[in-house]
């Protein structure tokens, strides 16, 4: 599966931190309805916002901890900590938000639950519904802009980006307004039948939208860790910059590797024009390297020299 390049750190920072501050108060604010009220539904949608606003708090320190620069220890930075941290939080949305939502509808099926007052849970997810929203908004925001970048679907680039506090936080506020629904419906349902089987239904139906969201989000963050390929568009992007030097006469050899959101390791073998004795070579081959560590999305690149029979890249040669 391939991915897009994504860029703009602080604009994914303004994204994680507005989501945090929506889903704390969301959470506070179902936890006081779920008390009120006891409805599994809302107790479910309480637990969801605050397994959320825990997971907010793990992107944040992924995109800290991801962003420091590169030291000794760490030549080509700290990226691959944002995985890490991502990795965390979908883990927590499955533990936390998916199972004990399920737990917690199937123990609710067996009793006859609480009338409450339904008003309170309708007016809770109303405000919910505007908080998580706003959230939602800077989210397709940020992915617009990207997406536009590289003539990409919305959806589409969110499934392919190789940030994940961005894909965190979209699909988390995506299930969030669907799970706000879901809860609705089920107390609604209660309201209508007088039946509490569908109160706690809810609850299992949000539950299960968890622990799937959840799955996705772990499946995506472990395929970074082990050595995700790099996108046509951005094989081709480097491709592109190694050829665009005049002294760069063939590239035989490109190999590309994500060491964190945007940031790409760089292995090439090109063909320099001229016939330099091999101590100029070198000077050449490090020159250019450092030319292509100026682009953004190259963190690191080693270059060597391609042998006579080997044939230049081209299209027939993408990944």
Request: glycine share 10%; proline share 3%; net charge negative.
């Amino acid at each position: 599966m391939a991915d897009a390049e994504s860029s703009g750190g602080g604009e994914s920072l303004l994204t994680v931190i507005v989501a945090l501050i929506a889903n704390a108060l969301v959470a506070l604010a179902k936890s006081v309805a779920a008390v009120i009220t006891g409805s599994a539904s809302m107790v479910a949608e309480a637990v969801h916002s605050w397994a959320d606003a825990g997971n907010q708090i793990f992107l944040l320190i992924a995109e800290r901890r991801g962003a420091r620069p590169a030291d000794d220890s760490h030549p080509r930075g700290y990226g691959r900590d944002t995985y890490i941290w991502s990795l965390f939080a979908a883990v927590g949305l499955f533990a936390a938000g998916g199972v004990v939502s399920v737990y917690h509808g199937i123990v609710a099926l067996g009793s006859e639950g609480e009338s409450g007052d339904y008003l309170i849970n309708y007016v809770v997810l109303a405000v919910a519904f505007v908080l998580e929203g706003i959230s939602f908004r800077q989210a397709v925001k940020q992915t617009r802009g990207q997406a536009s970048t590289f003539g990409m679907h919305p959806l589409s680039f969110i499934n392919r980006t190789s940030n994940p506090t961005l894909r965190a936080v979209f699909l988390e506020d995506s299930v969030a307004l669907i799970g706000i629904l879901l809860a609705a419906t089920g107390v609604g349902l209660h309201q209508l039948t007088g039946n509490a089987v569908w109160d706690a239904l809810g609850s299992i139906a949000v539950g299960l939208l968890l622990g799937v969201a959840a799955v996705f989000l772990i499946g995506r963050n472990r395929q970074f860790l082990v050595g995700q390929t790099v996108s046509l568009e951005t094989w081709d992007r480097a491709l592109g910059t190694l050829l665009a030097p005049r002294e760069v006469d063939r590239v035989t050899y490109l190999h590309l590797e994500y060491v964190g959101p945007d940031r790409c390791f760089l292995v090439a073998a090109v063909d320099l024009t001229g016939d330099d004795e091999e101590p100029l070579l070198a000077v050449r081959l490090r020159r250019l390297e450092a030319s292509i560590e100026d682009r953004d999305f190259i963190v690191d690149a080693v270059l060597t020299l391609s042998t006579p029979d080997e044939k230049a890249l081209g299209a027939e040669n993408r990944l």
